[in-house]
């Protein structure tokens, strides 16, 4: 069974507005969850809690972006690490449900995205990466634009057990 994984997508890491191509990123985001909830796939929002960041347990900047259908019932994974398993029970909530492949979408590509798609392909999962539905902000050495574009690139190239899929949102939607 596949899930969607959305990761990080929170208002205090979207605050600053810097954040590449978000209004098309949450869209295309939305469009995995349409179909996610229409084929009754598992979904899991996974939000990093912070002291630092304004991504304080409960506070405004930690909640989920508005723009983006999330809805109570939806299934929460919290997280204080870069990599989504590290320190919670993400893997054993999909052994739970029975997941052996993953729909990887979300913020930040560099950090949290690029750490929880080497976790997940280490662990033998089968990750498709929406190439298209992460994002970054543009840091000092590189533009956000050529950051996402690089790791789509080394994500797609990874020696794993299960090669790493990286495609559009349009794709992952005709395979679902």
């Given at each position: 069974m596949k899930a969607l994984l959305v990761i990080d997508m929170q208002k205090a890491l979207f605050a600053a507005g810097n954040r590449y191509d978000a209004a098309g990123v949450i869209s295309r985001i939305n469009s995995l969850i349409e179909r996610a909830r229409a084929k009754n796939l598992p979904l899991i929002f996974i939000r990093h809690n912070s002291e630092d960041d304004g991504l304080q347990q409960n506070s405004d900047g930690w909640q989920i972006l508005d723009e983006l259908d999330f809805r109570p019932g939806d299934l929460i994974m919290?997280?204080?690490?870069?990599?989504?398993?590290?320190?919670?029970?993400?893997?054993?909530?999909?052994?739970?449900?029975?997941?052996?492949?993953?729909?990887?979408?979300?913020?930040?590509?560099?950090?949290?995205?690029?750490?929880?798609?080497?976790?997940?392909?280490?662990?033998?999962?089968?990750?498709?990466v929406a190439s298209d539905a992460h994002t970054t902000a543009s840091k000092p050495y590189l533009d956000a634009e050529t950051i996402i574009k690089h790791h789509n690139f080394v994500w797609s190239e990874l020696y794993a057990p299960i090669l790493v899929r990286v495609e559009p949102t349009a794709t992952i939607l005709n395979e679902l």
């Open positions: 919290e997280k204080s690490n870069c990599d989504s398993f590290c320190q919670t029970e993400l893997s054993q909530m999909l052994d739970e449900i029975n997941v052996k492949e993953l729909i990887i979408t979300g913020c930040c590509t560099d950090f949290c995205i690029d750490t929880t798609v080497r976790q997940a392909a280490s662990m033998g999962y089968k990750v498709h």
